[in-house]
């Protein structure tokens, strides 16, 4: 399996209060993405990254804030948490080369409930 | 930004084909066509993916419209072990990987 962790894997928080996620790999893959999946939406991506220190925005980006300081680690903050934001949040990450684009590993997931 | 579009279910017998169509409306030369699927309670795996030509590996086969506006996912006989939720998407600028709102595969004995 490649490596990669979420963390936390669970979490309730309240209304208005910061959240962080992270993703974190082992894989030295130069692409990292997050993704929110709610029913009927399948998954939509929120902010990527290409590199350290590069990122851009998704398809759902509003209320979400991404980081990267180093190769590992991709941060996903929720700057004032609301209701909206309850959902299952996936990691992924994929490399490309000469050969193109390989395979994305996703994590398994957080589970983030706005009270 | 990326427009892609999956039926939202399909149902199949056990140990026949299924074809599970996407239509990749925004595609541009150069963007990669992805598939995932989604077991309960797991995040998404690897399916298979391709840029212009066909692809088969030990799971699927991928086929590609010549306008690549389109691809099917094949499934050569289903199993009640491909019963999943399966993603189409494709690579953008910048590798932003994006997808449909998925199809969600019955199987049936």
């Known amino acids: 399996d490649a490596g990669i962790t979420q963390s936390p894997r669970h979490k309730v928080t309240e209304t208005g209060t910061p959240v962080t996620l992270r993703c974190h790999q082992t894989?030295?893959?130069?692409?990292m993405y997050w993704y929110r999946q709610d029913p009927g939406h399948g998954l939509r991506l929120i902010h990527y990254?290409?590199?350290?220190?590069?990122?851009d925005k998704g398809e759902v980006s509003d209320g979400y804030s991404v980081s990267r300081s180093k190769t590992e680690d991709f941060l996903l903050t929720l700057e004032s948490a609301t209701s909206s934001q309850t959902s299952v949040y996936f990691c992924?990450?994929?490399?490309?080369?000469?050969?193109?684009?390989?395979?994305?590993?996703f994590g398994q997931g957080t589970r983030l409930t706005v009270v | 930004d990326a427009k892609t579009t999956q039926p939202n279910s399909m149902e199949s017998n056990e140990e026949e084909p299924v074809h599970l169509p996407c239509n990749h409306s925004?595609?541009?030369?150069?963007?990669?066509i992805h598939w995932y699927r989604q077991l309960p309670s797991q995040g998404p795996e690897y399916v298979i993916h391709?840029?212009?030509s066909n692809v088969n590996n030990r799971m699927a086969s991928l086929a590609i419209a010549e306008d690549r506006k389109s691809s099917t996912l094949i499934l050569h006989r289903a199993t009640l072990r491909d019963a999943a939720v399966y993603y189409c998407?494709?690579?953008?600028?910048?590798?932003?990987?994006?997808f449909g709102t998925g199809t969600r595969l019955q199987v049936t004995l």
């Open positions: 992924a990450i994929s490399e490309s080369g000469t050969g193109g684009w390989t395979e994305a590993f």
């Open positions: 894989e030295n893959h130069r692409y």
């Open positions: 391709g840029l212009t």
């Open positions: 998407g494709h690579t953008g600028t910048a590798s932003k990987l994006t």
């Open positions: 925004t595609i541009s030369g150069t963007d990669y």
């Open positions: 990254s290409y590199g350290v220190k590069d990122t």
